[in-house]
């Protein structure tokens, strides 16, 4: 059974910083793409970044570009999300995301395969 747990969320100041983490189980996850996606109160679950299992080739949304940087450690099967300089229209559930297709991700057309729970991350002004 494939897991993916996220942890790192919280309340913040605008300005500040955060480091989300996904710690992946029940899958090889040296062959998946990871993917960071958001969605706020109301809104549509949006894609925030992807890094690619192969090349370790990251992709940003334009609001997380200079902001955030996506990571993966493969021997601990976790990815990680660094957010800087935090603004409170970043407020949203985020979620981890795996698919075998770093494209699925980028392209955010269809669903990843695998979802985790999501984390909460609150940015007050």
């Known amino acids: 059974q494939v897991q993916l747990v996220e942890s790192g969320g919280g309340l913040v100041q605008a300005g500040g910083s955060l480091r989300l983490s996904c710690a992946a189980s029940g899958l090889t996850f040296s062959t998946y793409s990871m993917g960071w996606f958001r969605q706020a109160p109301g809104k549509e679950r949006d894609f925030v970044a992807a890094v690619a299992w192969s090349t370790g080739r990251t992709f940003y949304t334009d609001s997380a570009k200079g902001r955030f940087i996506i990571s993966r450690d493969n021997a601990k099967k976790t990815v990680y999300l660094e957010m800087n300089s935090l603004k409170p229209e970043d407020t949203a559930v985020y979620y981890c995301?795996?698919?075998?297709?770093?494209?699925?991700?980028?392209?955010?057309?269809?669903?990843?395969?695998?979802w985790g729970q999501g984390t909460q991350v609150t940015v007050s002004s």
């Open positions: 995301a795996a698919d075998v297709d770093y494209m699925t991700l980028v392209r955010s057309t269809t669903p990843p395969r695998y």
